[in-house]
């Protein structure tokens, strides 16, 4: 077997911490992204192994068919409001206020859908994702509709950063599970996420952005050692973005 990168170590590691939260009869809020795609491996082999019945809320159509593959039953989000656990991996954590920045994978509206029905969110990242401040080491994703958007773009720049069109790997636009269009924002460091979140949603155009504030309950770090840490509990909430 081909060793892991410390990066997948961490990632493996965070994933079976994870999938020993789960409990028989849960419905789960699934999200999306290389270590939810771990997540949902090791909770397939708990489901293998100790005949577990689990429903999920997928974030993403490539989530859906690994969860229908580990044994999980899909359920609309319409037909269970309320879940009671939900997953996600994240491409920044900010340790303390637990802000985050999601969607470098594209699946950012239906993770925030997700994300507010959820009883208790864990976020499980590698130890690289941690900042100081959002928009450190990622562009903030911006999901918009395809009509006029360069038009929103261009109201989007105003907000300080550059938007950059998504290319999917064969040069034309990316497009979101929804259909819709993304722009990265890239940004110097954030210190106010909540003035900028709230800027981003007043423009037209704009579905959603990849800013979740005050939505996770837990954070799971891997690290390179193949060891695992939680990050210190949230004690104050922000807007939830509902
Ligand atoms: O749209 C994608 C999601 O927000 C992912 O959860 C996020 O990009 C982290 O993905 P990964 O676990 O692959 O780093």
């Given at each position: 077997?081909?060793?892991?990168?410390?990066?997948d170590?961490?990632?493996?590691?965070?994933?079976?911490?994870?999938?020993?939260?789960?409990?028989?009869?849960?419905?789960?809020?699934?999200?999306?992204?290389?270590?939810?795609?771990?997540?949902?491996?090791?909770?397939?082999?708990?489901?293998?192994?100790?005949?577990?019945?689990?429903?999920?809320?997928?974030?993403?159509?490539?989530?859906?068919?690994?969860?229908?593959?580990?044994?999980?039953?899909?359920?609309?989000?319409?037909?269970?409001?309320?879940?009671?656990?939900?997953?996600?991996?994240?491409?920044?954590?900010?340790?303390?206020?637990?802000?985050?920045?999601?969607?470098?994978?594209?699946?950012?509206?239906?993770?925030?859908?997700?994300?507010?029905?959820?009883?208790?969110?864990?976020?499980?990242?590698?130890?690289?994702?941690?900042?100081?401040?959002?928009?450190?080491?990622s562009?903030?994703?911006?999901?918009?509709?395809?009509?006029?958007?360069?038009?929103?773009?261009?109201?989007l720049?105003?907000?300080g950063?550059?938007?950059?069109?998504?290319?999917?790997?064969?040069?034309?636009?990316?497009?979101s599970?929804?259909?819709?269009?993304?722009?990265?924002?890239?940004?110097?460091?954030?210190?106010?996420?909540?003035?900028?979140?709230?800027?981003?949603?007043?423009?037209?155009?704009?579905?959603?952005?990849?800013?979740?504030?005050?939505?996770?309950?837990?954070?799971?770090?891997?690290?390179?050692?193949?060891?695992?840490?939680?990050?210190?509990?949230?004690?104050?909430?922000?807007?939830?973005?509902?």
């Amino acid at each position: 077997m081909a060793s892991r990168s410390p990066q997948d170590t961490a990632k493996h590691a965070v994933a079976e911490k994870a999938a020993a939260m789960v409990e028989d009869k849960m419905v789960l809020g699934l999200g999306s992204g290389s270590t939810m795609r771990l997540t949902l491996l090791s909770i397939g082999r708990r489901i293998q192994a100790e005949g577990l019945s689990l429903k999920g809320v997928p974030t993403s159509e490539a989530t859906a068919v690994l969860a229908r593959e580990q044994g999980i039953e899909l359920v609309e989000l319409d037909a269970r409001p309320e879940l009671d656990l939900a997953f996600d991996g994240a491409d920044e954590v900010v340790p303390g206020s637990f802000a985050l920045t999601k969607g470098l994978g594209g699946a950012l509206l239906r993770e925030k859908l997700v994300a507010i029905a959820a009883s208790w969110l864990v976020i499980l990242v590698d130890d690289g994702k941690l900042v100081d401040q959002l928009g450190s080491r990622s562009p903030i994703p911006v999901e918009v509709v395809p009509f006029a958007h360069k038009t929103t773009a261009r109201r989007l720049a105003k907000l300080g950063g550059e938007p950059v069109l998504r290319l999917a790997s064969d040069g034309t636009p990316f497009r979101s599970d929804g259909g819709n269009l993304i722009y990265d924002l890239k940004m110097p460091p954030i210190g106010a996420p909540e003035g900028l979140a709230a800027a981003i949603k007043g423009i037209t155009g704009v579905v959603e952005h990849g800013i979740f504030l005050g939505m996770a309950k837990d954070v799971i770090v891997g690290n390179a050692d193949g060891t695992t840490r939680r990050l210190p509990a949230v004690l104050s909430r922000v807007d939830n973005g509902t």
